[in-house]
């Protein structure tokens, strides 16, 4: 079918409706999020389904679900937007004749550890790109980054993601956090540091799946030999650290959020032996997908920022938090 010969059949605003209504699984919401009547909505949807000749949505009296025909639409429809998004920034670079926009995806903890370091110096060199942050699991942030509802998300390495790429940013160490009452304390100063293989016989609170970071503490664990037993598991590691610190068992850290201040429950914090583990963190984007002036620079201001960050603690410092 051609749309060109068609005139106006299927506007860009009746996609843009469609999507609202799917994300929703409602009118009412879809409509307030439109900033549009509920009338107007529901016309514009049959319009374009009597113009499809199929319904793309059944619907009852408190939600909407999309029908097989919808549900392709919808994937269909994803990709015209986006493709759309990515011209208008592309023509936006060229003429530059307004201010650039980037929005952000971000691991939560992680990124309330590094954020507050990359932002402020993003703002102050580029004051007219306007960042939008959006924070998700690890899982989440691939899809979002692959479907196009981020420009860049802050990921850590592997990638489940294969339509995935990246730049790296920085390689992180990993701790372990033992109770301050542990055995393993008092080997704070231990040459070396602790090795993986001590860490059999004990009990590990870790995060729940979806986070990427669980991923790289269980594979660690099994690299080294054995499967950790796992007793407490949590969505924020920052829950699990209080949980060690109570006593509740150990875990793995990522060195930044090891090392921010906590004013009660702190764990005690022991690097580990060489070859001391570490995780990738990198920014992530679609392959293929064009990346606006505003997402270079945000990525080129993060490599910068980071690497002065790095400096700082290594001047201050290798030791980890007690």
Same mark, same amino acid.
């Given at each position: 079918?051609?749309?060109?010969?068609?005139?106006?059949?299927?506007? =860009? /605003?009746?996609?843009?409706?469609?999507?609202?209504?799917? $994300? $929703?699984?409602?009118?009412?919401?879809?409509?307030?999020?439109?900033?549009?009547?509920?009338?107007?909505?529901?016309?514009?949807?049959?319009?374009?389904?009597?113009?499809?000749?199929?319904?793309?949505?059944?619907?009852?009296?408190?939600?909407?679900?999309?029908?097989?025909?919808?549900?392709?639409?919808?994937?269909?429809?994803?990709?015209?937007?986006?493709?759309?998004?990515?011209?208008?920034?592309?023509?936006?670079?060229?003429?530059? !004749?307004?201010?650039?926009?980037?929005?952000?995806?971000?691991?939560?903890?992680?990124?309330?550890?590094?954020?507050?370091?990359?932002?402020?110096?993003?703002?102050?060199?580029?004051?007219?790109?306007?960042?939008?942050?959006?924070?998700?699991?690890? !899982?989440?942030?691939?899809?979002?980054?692959?479907?196009?509802?981020?420009?860049?998300?802050?990921?850590?390495?592997?990638?489940?993601?294969?339509? =995935?790429?990246?730049?790296?940013?920085?390689?992180?160490?990993?701790? !372990?956090?033992?109770?301050?009452?542990?055995?393993?304390?008092?080997?704070?100063?231990?040459?070396?540091?602790?090795?993986? $293989?001590?860490?059999?016989?004990?009990?590990?609170?870790?995060?729940?799946?979806?986070?990427?970071?669980?991923?790289?503490?269980?594979? !660690?664990?099994?690299?080294?030999?054995?499967?950790?037993?796992?007793?407490?598991?949590?969505?924020?590691?920052?829950?699990?650290?209080? =949980?060690?610190?109570?006593?509740?068992?150990?875990?793995?850290?990522?060195?930044?959020?090891? /090392?921010?201040? /906590?004013?009660?429950?702190?764990?005690?914090?022991?690097?580990?032996?060489?070859?001391?583990?570490?995780?990738?963190?990198?920014?992530?984007?679609?392959?293929?997908?064009?990346?606006?002036?505003?997402?270079?620079?945000?990525? $080129?201001?993060?490599?910068?920022?980071?690497?002065?960050?790095? /400096?700082?603690?290594?001047?201050?410092?290798?030791?980890?938090?007690?």
């Amino acid at each position: 079918m051609n749309l060109i010969t068609k005139g106006d059949y299927m506007e =860009l /605003r009746q996609l843009q409706y469609t999507l609202q209504i799917a $994300e $929703e699984k409602n009118f009412s919401r879809a409509a307030e999020k439109l900033h549009i009547a509920q009338p107007s909505l529901s016309q514009q949807l049959s319009k374009l389904e009597q113009e499809l000749g199929v319904k793309l949505f059944h619907r009852n009296t408190s939600s909407v679900e999309l029908t097989h025909a919808g549900a392709s639409f919808i994937s269909h429809a994803r990709k015209i937007m986006d493709a759309v998004e990515q011209l208008h920034q592309e023509m936006d670079d060229i003429s530059q !004749l307004r201010a650039g926009r980037v929005i952000i995806g971000s691991m939560p903890i992680t990124g309330s550890h590094l954020l507050p370091y990359v932002l402020p110096a993003f703002k102050e060199a580029y004051p007219e790109i306007r960042v939008t942050l959006l924070e998700d699991t690890s !899982l989440n942030l691939e899809k979002l980054t692959a479907g196009g509802g981020t420009d860049l998300s802050l990921l850590s390495l592997p990638l489940q993601e294969p339509t =995935l790429t990246y730049e790296t940013i920085c390689e992180e160490k990993i701790d !372990l956090a033992v109770p301050p009452n542990h055995p393993l304390a008092k080997l704070k100063a231990q040459p070396g540091g602790i090795k993986l $293989e001590q860490l059999r016989d004990e009990s590990f609170i870790v995060l729940k799946k979806g986070q990427g970071f669980r991923k790289i503490a269980l594979d !660690l664990c099994r690299d080294a030999g054995f499967e950790p037993q796992i007793v407490f598991e949590s969505n924020n590691i920052e829950t699990v650290q209080s =949980l060690v610190a109570a006593g509740m068992g150990i875990t793995l850290v990522p060195r930044f959020i090891a /090392r921010a201040e /906590r004013s009660e429950l702190i764990p005690v914090y022991l690097p580990l032996a060489s070859p001391v583990p570490s995780r990738t963190l990198v920014i992530a984007y679609r392959k293929g997908r064009y990346l606006s002036k505003a997402a270079e620079a945000f990525i $080129e201001t993060f490599k910068l920022t980071m690497k002065e960050h790095l /400096r700082d603690e290594d001047e201050n410092g290798n030791g980890t938090q007690g």
